[in-house]
Nanobody
């Protein structure tokens, strides 16, 4: 099992940037892929971005492609999400998740551990 703690959420104006971070402990961090999901009020949780165990492969939801960048530091057991050109529709609770395998996936079922979430609010 792995424990995940997100940080970096907050309030930002549209067009601004925010960086989320997730610290992991427990399982060997470099053995598994990591992902970010988000859930807006009244909506289902959705995939945002994923990164493979070594960081060479990344995948993004179409809605954030070109604006968000996922990265990881296996030496520090952290994964980050740099969000730029933020829009009001990016407002959501963002969750960090650890995958069951080393390859990034987009489905919630492929992730075994979840953080508590951090709130991101984008004002217009």
């Amino acid at each position: 099992q792995v424990q995940l703690v997100e940080s970096g959420g907050g309030l930002v104006q549209a067009g601004g940037s925010l960086r989320l971070s997730c610290a992991a402990s427990g399982r060997t961090f470099s053995n598994y892929a990591m992902g970010w999901f988000r859930q807006a009020p009244g909506k289902e949780r959705e995939f945002v971005a994923g990164i493979s165990w070594g960081g060479r492969t990344t995948i993004y939801a179409d809605s954030v492609k070109g604006r968000f960048t996922i990265s990881r530091d296996n030496a520090k057991n952290t994964v980050g999400l740099l969000m730029s050109s933020l829009k009001p529709e990016d407002t959501a609770t963002y969750y960090c998740a650890a995958a069951r395998t080393g390859w990034s996936r987009t489905s919630e079922g492929d992730y075994a551990s979840w953080g508590q979430g951090t709130q991101v609010t984008v004002s217009s």
